[in-house]
C-alpha cells in the first residue's frame, strides 16, 4: 500500500530534521506546509540548485496554495553529506530523498548520519529501489538488500518500508 512521507516518518512539530542532498528542496517544503517541525535543515553542496531565491519561491508558492503560513525555521547548509558541520546528536530525523544513489563516500556520509542522529532518531530514504540505471542522473540505483548492508555497518536497520508511488519506496530506519 502506498503511503505518504508523513505517514512514513511521522515527525512532531519539535524535531529537527535535516534533509541530505535535498536539491531545491521542494518537496520538504511542501511538508513544512503540511505539517510543521521543529526545524528544517536544507543541505545540499550545489548552490545553483539550493538558494534563498528558490526556498523563497517554493515557499511563496505552498503558502499560496494551502492558504498558510510555514511556521517551521528553515536552514540552508551548502556542505558535503560526508562533512556535515552539526554537533553530534542534534538531528531528530535525517531524510535522504532520492539522492543517496547520487552520492559518493556512502562510507563516510554514514558515519556522519550515525554521528548527528539522536540515539533514538530515524533516518528516512526514497529511492527507486531496482539496482538499474537511473534515467535521470545515469548513477547506478540501491536494491534493497545493499542499502541493508550500508546501515548495518552502523548498526541500524529496517524499522519500515512500503511504496511512495508505482517506482519508488520509503524506507525508514532505526537504531
Ligand atoms: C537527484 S537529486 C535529488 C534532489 C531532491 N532530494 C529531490 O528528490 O528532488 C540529488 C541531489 O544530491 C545532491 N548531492 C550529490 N552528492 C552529494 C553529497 N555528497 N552531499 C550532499 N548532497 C549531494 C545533488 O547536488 C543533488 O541536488
Known amino acids: 500500500m502506498e503511503k505518504s512521507l508523513f505517514e512514513v516518518a511521522g515527525w512532531s512539530e519539535e524535531d529537527c530534521i535535516l534533509s541530505l542532498g535535498c536539491g531545491a528542496a521542494w518537496w520538504e517544503i511542501k511538508q513544512m506546509a503540511e505539517n510543521a517541525a521543529g526545524e528544517m535543515l536544507l543541505l545540499d553542496p550545489n548552490k545553483d540548485v539550493l538558494n534563498w531565491p528558490d526556498v523563497e519561491e517554493g515557499l511563496s508558492y505552498f503558502e499560496n496554495h494551502y492558504q498558510t503560513r510555514v511556521a517551521t525555521p528553515i536552514h540552508i547548509i551548502h556542505a558535503e553529506a ?3 558541520p552539526l554537533a553530534a546528536a542534534t538531528v531528530d530525523q535525517v531524510w535522504l530523498l532520492n539522492s543517496l ?31 538499474g540505471i537511473h534515467d535521470g542522473c545515469g548513477k547506478r540505483l540501491f536494491k534493497l538488500n545493499e542499502l541493508i548492508e550500508l ?15 508505482h517506482e519508488a519506496d520509503y524506507v525508514k530506519f532505526v537504531r
Open 82 to 84: 560526508s562533512a556535515i
Open 101 to 131: 544513489h547520487e552520492m559518493d563516500d556512502l562510507e563516510a556520509i554514514l558515519a556522519e548520519i550515525d554521528r548527528v542522529l539522536k540515539l533514538d532518531g530515524c533516518v528516512i530514504m526514497e529511492e527507486i529501489l531496482t539496482g
Open 151 to 165: 546501515f548495518r555497518g552502523v548498526d541500524m536497520r529496517v524499522d519500515f518500508q512500503s511504496s511512495k508511488d
